[in-house]
């Protein structure tokens, strides 16, 4: 009788890498540790601040729902740049009928004016088959000189300022008491660590209105949508393969419409937030300052996933606040939070055998560490760019590892083999 020994061989399991989930928690980790000794090194205790983090919400917001808009419309294929202006357009409606009937008539406005700019985008590139890119840069202009005419039509003659409408009503803002009193307590001691927590937990349940709490659910709200259900995946089916998804008997015009102008209502949403949350006293043109693009940067951040963009539209909206808040001293002193996160990710990629990746991370951490050590602040006009500026390098880094759908930006024509 002959005994077979099988030889132990080493598997796929044993050489697997860190989840996804992990890897980010790490980081997030990591970033904290860098910011609580960064705040305790450098004396600016505006990093971890509660007023910091209530900024970086109130401004993030905006960001994250464009970014939820660009996912929808990018999920199924349509590129939309016309996020900028189809905020424009909410900010607009949101104004109009929040002055008239209340915050809640704004929101509802502002979803449907951004809607109608999703219409028309889906229109032409869906429809008439223009070029994704010309059709959003066509939507942003559009929105702006809109919203500039109908400001000058409806009101100049009520504010005296064809730029800018009367004060609008606001949503209430809640805090959940006693806890946020406890944690600021814990704050106001400046322990290190301690109260590095409890700033930054005091500042995400301190002054939140149903808005931001609404921008919050949509965020899982979509994955499931898109990832745990089967309209969803035919959705992402016209992104992937749409030649595919028609064989298969999916409507692929009618989810690119529908997913296009879901889009155009989440980035008229995000255009409310800056007129009904509190902090701004209406619509002003040009407040949208750009938040379209950076929301669509935080979704390729976020490689076109809801965890990601949130986790992109957090980091914009923190550089956004913090430069609001003594943005001289306190955006100096995120130089030295770089060079400490920098150092991390060159022990990361010594771990991992990258000697190469590493050294650069080393010589950019030298590089942050100059420019914290030989100024004392930096000028105001450089610190009002911060989220643009992080925007360029967090695309930078990012680029790398990206992974957009497939058929993301393709003209699909029904019938026609592509």
């Known amino acids: 009788m002959t005994t077979v020994v099988a030889e132990r061989t080493p ?14 928690l790490l980081w997030v980790v ?27 919400v109130r401004l993030g917001i905006p960001i994250l729902l464009a970014a939820l808009g660009g996912l929808w419309a990018e999920r199924a ?11 424009i357009m909410g900010t607009w409606g949101g104004a109009w009928a929040g002055y008239q009937w209340g915050p809640l008539a704004g929101l509802i406005a502002a979803a449907v004016f951004g ?48 730029r800018q409408s009367p004060p609008v009503p606001k949503f209430d803002t809640y805090s959940m008491q006693p806890l946020a009193g406890w944690l600021q307590q814990l704050e106001d001691l400046q322990r290190v660590g301690i109260s590095d927590i409890a700033g930054i937990l005091g500042g995400l349940v301190s002054g939140v209105s149903p808005l931001t709490m609404l921008a919050y659910l949509l965020v899982p709200a979509s994955y499931l949508i898109l990832w745990r259900s089967p309209f969803g995946l035919r959705l992402r089916s016209c ?15 009618r989810y690119k419409y529908i997913a296009v102008i879901i889009s155009g209502a989440l980035a008229g949403i995000g255009g409310a937030a800056l007129i009904l949350n509190p902090g701004q006293a209406g619509y002003l043109e040009g407040q949208t300052n750009n938040r379209g693009y950076i929301g669509l940067a935080a979704m390729i951040f976020g490689n076109w996933r809801p965890g990601g963009l949130l986790g992109g539209a957090a980091l914009f909206g923190y550089s956004d606040g913090l430069q609001l808040r003594s943005g001289e001293t306190s955006v100096h002193a995120l130089f030295y939070g770089a060079a400490l996160l920098l150092v991390a990710v060159a022990a990361w990629q010594i771990w991992r055998r990258n000697r190469f990746a590493a050294g650069l991370a080393l010589v950019a951490a030298a590089v942050m560490y100059s420019i914290y050590w030989f100024t004392d602040e930096l000028p105001e006009e450089l610190t009002a760019y911060t989220p643009h500026l992080v925007t360029l390098v967090v695309l930078g880094v990012a680029a790398q590892q990206l992974r957009p759908p497939a058929a993301n930006g393709l003209q699909y024509r029904r019938g026609a083999d592509q």
């Open 115 to 162: 809607g109608l700019g999703g219409l028309l985008h889906a229109i032409a590139t869906v429809s008439f088959g223009v070029n994704h890119i010309v059709s959003g840069v066509a939507i942003n202009l559009l929105g702006a000189g809109a919203a500039k005419y109908l400001s000058t039509l409806i009101f100049e003659p009520i504010s005296q300022n064809p």
């Open 11 to 24: 598997s796929a399991r044993s050489g697997r890498t860190m989840p996804g989930w992990a890897r980010v």
């Open 77 to 87: 294929g349509v590129i939309n740049i016309g996020l900028e202006g189809m905020m």
């Open 239 to 253: 992104g992937e393969n749409p030649v595919a998804a028609e064989s298969l008997g999916v409507n692929v015009y």
């Open 30 to 56: 990591v970033g904290f540790v860098a910011l609580a000794i960064t705040s305790y090194q450098t004396g600016v205790p505006q990093l971890t601040g509660s007023g910091t983090v209530q900024a970086a």
